[in-house]
């Protein structure tokens, strides 16, 4: 048990990644706070997993809420040991020249500025247990931009950049921050970027990742909890693809 006394907090804890990031967390002994906006998959999450969770209806892009969650997991478990900012959104297939600002907002404040208020209102509780870790989802959009997903790969690239330096800031500390690059993996947030004929898409997705198949949230899910636990130790300011060999080639 990797996880036994240590508290998670994990964004987006509701949906494809997020939610089996959550039940890998509580199966090796974590408890964990389910942070989602959206509440019905969010609390479905955290009633699966029982009394080692609570549901915190939070939108990552609000600094009340980001307080309120990381308030909950040491009023409900007695501190924060993990964060884990895992809640991201995509736009629609879109061309930068095309794109209305409100979109590109929306795209940074989720993705990015998250990162920000997690660090902001989470780093002093993670650091009033004498240290713990924090791992962002990124993605492999962040070093291979394609047309159509430029605003998405940015914010994303910033979240790598934003690792790194928090990396170095809080070794001090006693935290050590990292990331990992997803590959595209068949849960909402691809299905929302392809759109209609997604099968044929994906498909052809699959075809051109080394080891011939998407990413699953299980894959997200190892890589993730391994950062968090001790068995990482000596890594901080990594940023991990977990794609199949995509960045590889
Ligand atoms: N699935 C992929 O192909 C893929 C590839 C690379 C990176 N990623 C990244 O992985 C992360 C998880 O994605 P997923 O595939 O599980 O997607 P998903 O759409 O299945 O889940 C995203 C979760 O985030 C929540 N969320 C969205 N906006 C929020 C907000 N403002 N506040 C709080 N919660 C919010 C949603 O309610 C949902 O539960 C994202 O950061 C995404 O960018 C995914």
């Known amino acids: 048990m990797r996880f036994e006394n240590k508290v998670a907090l994990v964004t987006g804890g509701g949906g494809g990644f997020g939610a089996e990031i959550v039940r890998r967390f509580a199966a090796e002994g974590a408890s964990v706070i389910v942070a989602d906006m959206n509440s019905e998959l969010g609390e479905k999450v955290a009633e699966e997993i029982g009394d080692a969770a609570r549901f915190s209806?939070?939108?990552?892009?609000?600094?009340?809420?980001?307080?309120?969650?990381?308030?909950?997991?040491?009023?409900a478990f007695g501190g924060l040991d993990i964060i884990v900012n895992n809640a991201g959104i995509v736009h629609p297939k879109q061309n930068v020249a095309d794109m209305d600002e409100a979109t590109y907002q929306k795209v940074m404040d989720v993705n990015l500025k998250s990162v920000f208020l997690f660090s902001r209102y989470g780093v002093p509780a993670i650091a009033r247990r004498g240290g713990g870790s924090i791992v962002n989802v990124a993605s492999t959009a962040s070093l291979k931009p394609r047309a159509g997903n430029v605003i998405y790969g940015v914010s994303k690239a910033a979240v790598v950049a934003f690792t790194k330096g928090l990396a170095v800031e809080l070794a001090e500390r006693n935290i050590r921050v990292n990331s990992i690059l997803p590959v595209a993996s068949k849960t909402q947030i691809l299905l929302d970027f392809v759109g209609p004929d997604a099968d044929e898409q994906i498909e052809r997705i699959a075809s051109m990742i080394p080891l011939k198949r998407l990413g699953t949230p299980g894959d997200m899910a190892s890589a993730v909890t391994f950062l968090a636990s001790e068995e990482a130790s000596f890594l901080t300011g990594v940023a991990m693809p977990v794609d199949g060999g995509w960045t590889a080639g």
């Not at 209806?57 to 009023?75: G, I, K, P």
């Open 57 to 75: 209806q939070c939108d990552v892009r609000s600094s009340d809420d980001v307080a309120a969650a990381v308030t909950l997991a040491e009023s």
